[in-house]
């Protein structure tokens, strides 16, 4: 069974620094790409950025480049998305997907259960 | 940016159909997926590339596409239905990703 297991709920205070994990099983963790996701609190699905780990070819939404960093490390099957100056405004919900290598296979399949991060002084 | 839309909200009677409709400059050129989300749920994909159905999902889930506008429609909607649904697609060039404004279905 393909699964994503993301890392566990996170409380941080502003200014602080994160990493959250999800980590693939059930396929070739390096055949896929691997996206992340943002809900805040009652709004919306937003594409962070995504990252391919058989090569860590990376690519990050305009909103979202410069503020936060995907990485990977294929030896242990787990991507990461990492902040080194938390803001209140971070707080949300953070979903992984996985989507198949290839121009036309753009959907995310399956979904991480989310990692839920409260940033609060 | 590119940006995906969708109304905020569909309201629908048990058996009847909904459809929602997901709107942008860049679908005639990629495909859409569409998403449900249940409240403290992940979201989970019921349509590919315009109106294939993963395995799995009901038969009453279906996608179309014409021009620069995608319908999701429900028929014999059921009370399991009611959730928020998100389309999402690629931009022209296919490298970076969008997903719709969100559409929150009520079963009446």
Known sequence: EVQLVQSGAEVKKPGESLKISCKGS???FT??????VRQMPGKGLEWMGIIYPGDSDT????????????????????????????????????????KKSGY??????????????TVSS | SYELTQPPSVSVSPGQTARITC????????????????PGQAPVLVIYKDS????????????SSSGTTVTLTI??????????????????SGTLYVFGTGTKVTVL
Not at chain 1, 104 to 117: A, E, M
């Open chain 2, 23 to 38: 709107s942008g400059d860049a679908l005639p050129k990629q495909y859409a997926y569409w998403y449900q989300q249940k």
């Open chain 1, 59 to 98: 690519r990050y939404s305009p909103s979202f480049q410069g503020q936060v960093t995907i990485s990977a490390d294929k030896s242990i099957s787990t991507a990461y998305l990492q902040w080194s100056s938390l803001k209140a405004s971070d707080t949300a919900m953070y979903y992984c997907a996985r």
């Open chain 1, 31 to 36: 055949s896929y790409w691997i996206g992340w």
């Open chain 2, 52 to 63: 294939e159905r993963p395995s799995g999902i009901p038969e009453r889930f279906s996608g």
């Open chain 2, 75 to 92: 028929s014999g909607v059921q009370a399991e239905d009611e959730a928020d649904y998100y389309c999402q697609s690629a931009d022209s």
């Open chain 1, 26 to 28: 059930g396929y070739s």
């Open chain 1, 104 to 117: 036309v296979y753009n959907w995310f399949d399956p979904w991480g259960q989310g990692t839920l991060v």
